[in-house]
C-alpha cells in the first residue's frame, strides 16, 4: 500500500500533483492526500497501513510549504509512530537547476531519523512549471523520462542514492 501526499497549496492543479500523476499511473494500491484539504489523522491511517509515503511538494524559500512542515511537526509533536516506512520525494522548483531543492530534501531526511523512517530517495525538478508543458517538451523531455522512472523505482521500493 502507498500513500500520496500532495503538499502543494494549489492541490489538483499544482505540478506537484501532475508530478504524483507519474507515480499514481504504476500503483494499483494507493490513498492520493492533499495536505491542504484533507485531515492530518486521516492521511495518519493511510500511512499506518502503507508501506511507502510519497511527498510531491514545490520549493518555497528552500523549504516545504508551511502546512507540510506543519504536517511534519505534527507527527513529531504527538509521537505518532510511523517507524519503518519508506518515504520517497519529489520537490520542484521554479530554478532551472533541481540542486536548489537540496536543503528541503534536507529537511525530509531529518524528519525520517526523528520519525524513524527510511528516506528511500528523491527526485529534484527544476524548472517545475515547464515540465510536461507541450511547447517545451523537447527541453524537458529528460525530466519525464527520470520522473517515469523515478515511479518505477517507487513502485519496487527500490532505495535511490
Known amino acids: 500500500m502507498f500513500t500520496l501526499i500532495n503538499g502543494s497549496p494549489r492541490n489538483n492543479r499544482s505540478n506537484s500533483k501532475y508530478f504524483l500523476s507519474f507515480i499514481e499511473q504504476k500503483l494499483d494500491n494507493y490513498n492520493l492526500f492533499y495536505i491542504n484539504k484533507d485531515k492530518f489523522c486521516t492521511i495518519l491511517d493511510s500511512i499506518s497501513i502503507s508501506d511507502v509515503i510519497v511527498f510531491s511538494f514545490p520549493l518555497y524559500v528552500d523549504s ?10 505534527y507527527v513529531i509533536d504527538n509521537n505518532i509512530d510511523i517507524s519503518n516506512k519508506k518515504v520517497y520525494i519529489v520537490v520542484n522548483c521554479g530554478f532551472l537547476e533541481g540542486e536548489q531543492n537540496i536543503t528541503a530534501i534536507e529537511i525530509i531526511k531529518r524528519w525520517c531519523y526523528k520519525t524513524n523512517t527510511i528516506y528511500s530517495g528523491s527526485i529534484l525538478i527544476g524548472a517545475g512549471e515547464i515540465v510536461g508543458k507541450k511547447k517545451y517538451q523537447l527541453i524537458t523531455k529528460k ?3 527520470e520522473l517515469n522512472i523515478f515511479a518505477e523505482n517507487v513502485l519496487n521500493q527500490k532505495k535511490l542514492d
Open 64 to 73: 516545504e510549504p508551511s502546512s507540510l512542515l506543519s504536517f511534519m511537526d
Open 143 to 145: 525530466a519525464l523520462k
